[in-house]
């Protein structure tokens, strides 16, 4: 039996925590140390040490480096079982794995208010923060970590390929805190003849029916992943104000410090002076800098730096020398900008780092930003020229729309203004490392770079990072309400003090906003997205735009099912698809839903399990997969068939959808064919009182189509 709370392990790797802290609070009020938990508690024990003994059947034994990812794995399964009355391993059956796995995404989503009745733990900060750092950890693994796959070489015998686990890099954070949890029951089952062994009830089951422990996390991954929300109001407002001021004041001052620095250094050592002298005078320089950026009040925002400067990292004081300080505001820059870009363009965080340097003189602009012109010629819009690789065999060029000002106005868009900064505070440091890339990363742990060595990379795990020290420092959310003015449970922030804030979360973000007025916006917002490569903005299908497909799919299906609500509800639909979606959604597994939530709940599970989509447009509402080989479009293009599930937007038209097999209208359609009635017949009027009335007898077709669908929609007569 062991007595120690904690267990301190020698770890040699710079940056890995190696303890496992086995006393914590658990939902009934009990502590895990305690009497009545001692047969979970020793069982957990032999688990986790068996692993760093002899991996067994799991293939692999641990290395102390594991031994964080273990503890939050163990605390997690540990509270669940002591929530659900569970004493020992040996109580765990194929139910209580098959639950544990659907209480997951709350436990990792909400978890305070998955264990709200214990409220002995959700007022405990312990918890929260402890398994917080933990998973935190899994995104400073070491890339060639096998250990969270070799369950896989055991079931199937063969080696996992990295394809298999594929994530985007925003999610791998997300793919880590799931398989941190789900693991745990697999070394379980590699050490059940341990426990045993020591006298203890252990589960003698394959975990989840043997499926590997890549699907099952990839499973839970994805539904996480989906379930994380924008940000409310109340945090993204003052998260991306604080983010401005970096980017269009603060940065003024960082950028003039930063040059004063350098400056400073690079003389002395023109002079032949020793590079000790020369960082003297560099912190000489620091020191004589004047901060001129007004804050709100006025005043200079900051005061000069000393030789000690305390300033916020991670949440917490922090005492930084004059360089060390200079190497913060940098980042601190860096990380505001970047920040700019996620939440205001979308952008994930691998295409920020794809952005290539250089300045265009000619446009006085970033040489990644490309200005054009409006059809019209208005508008002035500002691109942003990258990399994408979501969705894509292997990287290629693509434009994400910036922003727009009015044709000859001087003002640029904040995205913008971040990439200008950006490519300023960079340019030094890029021509120290000799690299190309935008953003470049200061490789020593202190202070700045001095010889090109010591710049490196910029990676999705250090933007993460900086990230996270920005919203800790600049966000405080310990004033916030309980609950957003649109009724979103702000506790979760408040208890987290903002650690729970993602990067990620930015492109689900900047949609919502668009999308704030009202879910009729969908249409303007695809063409809002469709507008990043100049594709026809009619299209529903985004192939340019892989990066947010996820986001967009989750808009469509949402917007699916609110339509075929309304149809239950008593919407009229008129067209060939009319009736039959009608007749369908009257049967009674639909009518007989006791509630509101109910019956959304059942035809979500249809969308879902079929995967329908509607291609909603001004003038109808094309149900192409639930009837493909009556497309009209498909057919005119001889591309009809069972798997040609999108209309061909380059050939369809309103007057070949409206007697379409697959199309549909309803009242919200009317003022399109009102308008085209109008046009086409007065058209036609004109025509015929010229005498050119056979000229125009395309446009008489028209007319009465157009004149045909009001009918049906009860807005004309048939006379």
């Known amino acids: 039996m062991w007595t120690d709370f904690v267990w301190r392990f020698v770890n040699t790797t710079p940056g890995q925590k190696n303890n496992i802290f086995w006393d914590f609070l658990l ?175 252990c589960c003698d089951l394959l975990p989840f029916s043997g499926r590997k422990l890549a699907d099952v996390t990839g499973e839970i991954a994805r539904y996480v992943i989906k379930r994380i929300p924008p940000l409310p109001d109340e945090i993204s407002h003052p998260l991306l104000e604080a983010a401005l001021a970096w980017v269009d004041l603060y940065s003024t001052d960082i950028l003039a410090l930063q040059t004063s620095y350098l400056d400073a250094r690079t003389d002395a050592l023109a002079r032949g002076v020793s590079r000790a002298q020369a960082t003297k005078l560099g912190r000489e320089a620091i020191a004589d800098f004047s901060f001129t950026a007004r804050g709100p009040d006025g005043a200079p925002w900051r005061e000069k730096l000393e030789s000690f400067n305390v300033l916020i990292q991670d949440g917490h004081d922090t005492t930084y020398r004059r360089v060390e300080t200079l190497r913060y505001f940098c980042n601190r820059v860096s990380s505001a900008a970047t920040t700019v870009l996620q939440y205001m363009v979308g952008l994930r965080g691998n295409e920020i780092c794809g952005l290539e340097a250089g300045w265009d003189e000619q446009e006085g602009l970033p040489s990644c930003v490309v200005r054009k012109y409006s059809s019209s010629g208005l508008l002035e819009m500002f691109f942003v020229r990258g990399l994408v690789s979501k969705g894509r065999p292997s990287p290629q060029n693509d434009d994400w729309l910036l922003g727009c000002r009015p044709a000859g106005a001087t003002y640029l868009p904040p995205p913008v203004r971040a990439l200008c900064v950006l490519e300023k505070l960079f340019a030094p440091w890029r021509k120290l490392g000799e690299r190309t890339e935008l953003i470049v990363s200061f490789s020593a742990s202190r202070g700045v770079a001095w010889l090109p060595s010591s710049i490196g990379r910029f990676t999705v795990g250090a933007l993460r990072r900086g990230f996270k020290n920005f919203v800790l420092s600049e966000l405080d959310v310990s004033r916030l309400p309980l609950e957003s003015k649109r009724g979103e449970d702000l506790t979760a922030y408040i208890q987290t003090k903002g650690r729970n804030i993602l990067p990620s979360q930015g492109r689900k973000t900047f949609a919502a906003y668009i999308l704030d007025a009202r879910s009729s916006l969908l249409p303007a917002v695809r063409q809002h997205f469709k507008h990043y490569s100049e594709a026809t903005t009619e299209s529903a299908y985004y192939p340019t735009e892989a990066r947010l497909r996820n986001e967009i799919e989750a808009v469509v299906s949402s917007e699916t099912i609110n339509f075929f609500v309304s149809v239950i509800q008593g919407k009229k639909l008129e067209g060939r698809m009319g009736d039959i979606i009608a007749k369908y959604f009257n049967e009674e597994q639909f009518t007989s839903a006791s509630t509101f939530a109910e019956l959304v709940d059942r035809v979500a599970d249809v969308v879902t399990t079929h995967d329908l989509r509607i291609y909603f447009s001004e003038y109808g509402n094309c149900f192409i997969r639930a009837n493909p080989l009556e497309s009209r479009c498909r057919a005119a293009s001889e591309t009809i068939g069972w798997g040609a599930t999108t209309p061909d937007f380059n050939i369809r038209n309103p007057g070949m959808c409206a007697g379409c097999g697959c199309f549909a209208i309803d009242s919200s359609h009317r003022i399109f064919w009102v308008k085209r009635y109008e046009h086409y017949s007065s058209m036609f009027k004109r025509a015929l009182g010229a005498g050119h009335e056979h000229e125009f007898a395309v446009h008489k077709a028209r007319a009465d189509q157009a004149k045909k669908v009001l009918i049906l929609l009860k807005h004309v007569n048939a006379d």
Not at 124 to 138: G, H, K, L, Q, R
Not at 165 to 191: F, H, K, M, P, S
Request: net charge negative; with cysteine; hydrophobic share 30%.
């Open 27 to 201: 939902p009934d009020g009990t502590r895990s140390t305690d009497k009545q938990n001692k047969v979970l508690l020793e069982s957990f024990r032999e688990v986790c040490w068996g692993m760093l003994q002899d991996g067994g059947w799991y293939g692999r034994t641990f290395s102390v480096g594991s031994a964080v990812r273990m503890n939050v794995g163990v605390k997690e399964l540990f509270c669940w079982m002591n929530y659900n009355g569970l004493t020992d391993l040996g109580e765990l059956t194929r139910e209580h794995w098959k639950q544990y796995l659907a209480d997951l995404p709350t436990l990792i989503m909400d978890r305070e208010r998955f264990y709200e009745d214990a409220q002995s733990l959700s007022d405990s900060c312990e918890n929260i923060e402890s398994v917080e750092e933990a998973d935190e950890y899994d995104d400073t693994q070491d890339e060639d970590d096998e250990e969270a796959r070799d369950f896989d070489q055991v079931l199937k015998g063969q080696k996992v390929e990295d394809d298999e686990l594929a994530l985007d890099d925003d999610d791998e954070i997300t793919y880590g805190r799931v398989n941190n949890r789900v693991q745990t029951a697999y070394l379980i089952y590699a050490q059940r003849a341990r426990v045993h062994a020591r006298g203890f009830p």
